[in-house]
């Protein structure tokens, strides 16, 4: 967790930084600002849907001696789980598209890419997962964009 909280921390300061940068350059001559800021919110939003749907299946089994348990897994149902196995991370990508929007720099939009490719890589072997687990798992459920990935 740490190590997460300070790669986001870290791209957090250098897109600012950017920001900062490019203050004193000419404006684009499309401006993505409002639709920005419309991706941006949708992400965000879907993303805390989809985390708050994962965070209602976090139970445990508790042991005969009630000292803590084992963690009992389940497919995560609801939203978009139904068609793909990590909807929270393409809202995030989706999020960070929004943000690439709004900053309108070539740094930003590296990053977006960054985080699809990393978050593609981490919902197929989760899909992955899935499969080794539960035998009923669903054959056409797709690792990250409904019906292609």
Request: charged letters at 15%; aromatic letters at 14%; one cysteine or more.
């Amino acid at each position: 967790m740490a190590i997460i909280s300070s790669g986001y921390f870290f791209l957090t300061a250098t897109m600012i930084y950017t920001q900062h940068l490019t203050a004193g350059l000419p404006d684009t001559p499309l401006d993505l600002l409002y639709p920005g800021v419309v991706v941006f919110a949708i992400g965000v939003a879907g993303n805390f849907y989809h985390h708050r749907l994962l965070s209602q299946l976090r139970t445990t089994k508790q042991d005969s001696d009630g000292d803590g348990g084992e963690k009992q897994y389940k497919i995560p149902t609801g939203g978009l789980f139904g068609l793909v196995t990590c909807p929270h991370y393409l809202f995030e990508i989706v999020s960070f598209f929004g943000f690439a929007m709004i900053a309108q720099t070539v740094h930003a939009l590296v990053i977006a890419f960054g985080t699809a490719v990393y978050l593609a890589g981490r919902s197929c072997a989760t899909r992955r997962w899935y499969e080794s687990k539960f035998e009923d798992f669903p054959a056409s459920t797709k690792a990250l964009v409904p019906y292609l990935l």
